[in-house]
């Protein structure tokens, strides 16, 4: 479905488009229905990629939730590091409860570096839920490498990426992978992490990371039939903030255990805190759904209250392992708490990062 879909709201009336708000009791927190209506899912990503992934498993989720059963879709408008399809939310989305829009820190860096691709403002938008996620590092065995114990053969060979751009949420890859020490070659341009993957497939680039739930769908069959080989995941945070493995992949190194494989020490100083800043908005607080500015509270608690139903729902616990990793949804006051972490960093950090992007990478934010 196209993005065009959006002019046909060109004006907010509640009730003119099928939504129901009534008030049961003077006072009383309206009630909202979406019954017969279509739910559009916006994800700024090429289809197949981690985010894409994530709310197609969600997504079937939301209409059993959210009140009137609505039929939600998702519709994929990559571009521009996912710049494109956030500048379209903010631009034409209605404030009725009919779009909402799915996130990244691929769509974040560029907000966090003051990308001038950027016409979006978080602060615009209301966050009713965010879902923390890892990432894996895999490679081909053609480098040699037969397990994650074995990275240390990647040094000084010349190793290639598939990156949807500087300013996306593969900044912590290319953070991650300079420090590290590996010689790797950034190819800019790729439209999501599902573009990635297919350039792996196709033997194009030798070393690629998926999300959890990318990976777990897509990447998994790989390492199974001996095609990919998983080096590290990203990790996660524990509670004192420290860089621990992922829940979902506790039989994996994390980021830290394989620099300290390659380098016979832990990271440290002022390069591994600058990756640390956008690990932390990239990956615990990595993928958020937002409602767009001007939307009604009782819109906005109902879509909130679905998602909290969504998290106690059975089903939901049985089979989100196997698709978006074993992670929890977080709501209310813990959405917002990841909200303010992804979309926040401290001038200084951002200031780091900007001078390496346009010194080593030639990318100027102007």
Do not use: C
């Amino acid at each position: 479905m196209s993005i065009s879909n959006f002019t046909r709201r060109t004006a907010l009336a509640l009730g003119a488009v099928g939504i129901t708000l009534s008030t049961a009791l003077p006072g009383a927190a309206q009630d909202v229905s979406f019954e017969g209506e279509t739910i559009e899912w916006l994800i700024p990503f090429s289809a197949g990629g981690g985010s894409d992934t994530w709310a197609r498993f969600l997504a079937p989720f939301l209409t059993k939730h959210l009140p009137g059963n609505p039929s939600v879709q998702v519709v994929n408008e990559p571009g521009g590091g996912s710049t494109k399809g956030a500048n379209l939310f903010a631009a034409r989305a209605e404030p009725d409860g009919l779009t909402i829009l799915g996130t990244s820190g691929s769509t974040q860096f560029p907000y966090l570096l003051g990308d001038p691709r950027v016409r979006y403002d978080y602060a615009d938008w209301t966050v009713v839920m965010a879902t923390p996620t890892g990432g894996v590092v895999y490679t081909t065995p053609n480098t040699g490498v037969e397990s994650a114990d074995q990275i240390g053969k990647l040094e000084g060979q010349d190793l290639i990426y598939a990156s949807q751009g500087a300013t996306s949420l593969d900044l912590v890859p290319l953070l991650g992978f300079r420090l590290m020490g590996l010689d790797v070659r950034h190819v800019f341009g790729f439209q999501g992490r599902g573009d990635g993957r297919l350039a792996f497939e196709r033997g194009e680039v030798n070393i690629d990371y998926q999300t959890s739930s990318a990976y777990l769908q897509n990447v998994q069959p790989l390492v199974d039939e001996g095609i990919a080989i998983p080096l590290f995941s990203w990790g996660a945070l524990d509670d004192d903030g420290n860089i621990v493995r992922d829940p979902t992949f506790p039989d994996m190194p994390s980021y830290v255990e394989a620099y300290e494989m390659v380098n016979g020490e832990p990271p440290s100083g002022e390069e591994f805190e600058a990756y640390k800043a956008f690990f932390v908005a990239g990956f615990p607080a990595q993928k958020m759904t937002f409602l767009p500015e001007g939307t009604d509270q009782s819109i906005i608690d109902a879509y909130k209250q679905a998602f909290v139903d969504i998290q106690a729902d059975p089903e939901f616990q049985e089979t989100k392992g196997a698709t978006i990793g074993d992670y929890q949804l977080a709501t209310g006051d813990a959405a917002q708490t990841l909200y303010e972490q992804g979309t926040r960093v401290r001038p200084e950090v951002r200031q780091s990062v900007v001078d390496l992007l346009t010194s080593e990478y030639d990318v100027t934010l102007d």
